[in-house]
């Protein structure tokens, strides 16, 4: 996936004009969700979709395994050859072909017909793999819409019915939001809530010392009694998974 401004390509690729368009439907409410931009292509065979995959570069494709006369499994093959790195997720009505799905390195497997649930699941893991520092949350603020990168985020507060995020430039956004819906959009392993009002980005802490997760710039940022020993948990696995490369 590319660097810079990140945009996925997803494909699906389903031989049933209904089936396409429900999938399609459960796929913009996660892109909606998770704030993550993408274009969708269509197919409705196989060959079409190999047609296009040769010209440009999927991130993610949807693949019924039985369209007509085509085999999505076969299809799959014919994608590794040349693309051994696309998210592959197989739609079928069964899992009969779970060892050939295995053997073209499937990421997942989604049953007919998929739920929102389903899919939400399936998201949470894909936006694990993402480009870290490409990802972004989409707020609306009080001069209009604001775009901000995880690593632009110190951390943020609720009060008064509002979010206050702080930012690494110094300045700050406000938006009208529940602290439940804004930690949902931030489903990242940098971002850590310290009580039911405030939500740090581990990335810019420097230490923690019990009480409070000291920030590179020296803010300190308060964590509940209750959430200490969980901090120190996450601090310490956020900085071994950076040591890991993760």
Known sequence: ????????????????????????????????????????????????????????????????????????????RALRRFDEDCMLVFTTTSTDHALEGFRVRAFHYLVKPCTEADMAALFDEIIKRLPADDRYIEVNAAGG???????????????????????????????????????????????????????VNLEHARDFDGADFILKNGKRVPVSRDLAKAARMAFGDFLFGRRDGR
């Open 1 to 76: 996936m590319s660097k810079g401004e990140f945009s996925m390509q997803i494909a699906i690729v389903e031989d049933i004009t209904s089936e396409r368009e429900h999938l399609k439907a459960e796929l913009d409410v996660q892109l909606a969700r998770l704030s993550l931009n993408a274009v969708t292509f269509e197919y409705a065979s196989g060959s079409d979709f190999l047609a296009a995959a040769g010209k440009e570069r999927f991130d993610l494709v949807f693949l019924d395994i039985y369209m007509g006369n085509e085999n999505g499994v076969d299809t799959a």
């Open 145 to 199: 819409p604001v775009r901000l990168r995880f690593r632009e985020i110190l951390y943020a507060e609720h009060h008064q019915h509002q979010i206050y995020i702080y930012r690494t430039d110094g300045q700050e956004t406000v938006v009208r939001q529940t602290f439940r819906e804004f930690c949902a959009s931030l489903a990242d392993g940098r971002f850590f809530p310290c009580s039911r009002g405030v939500i």
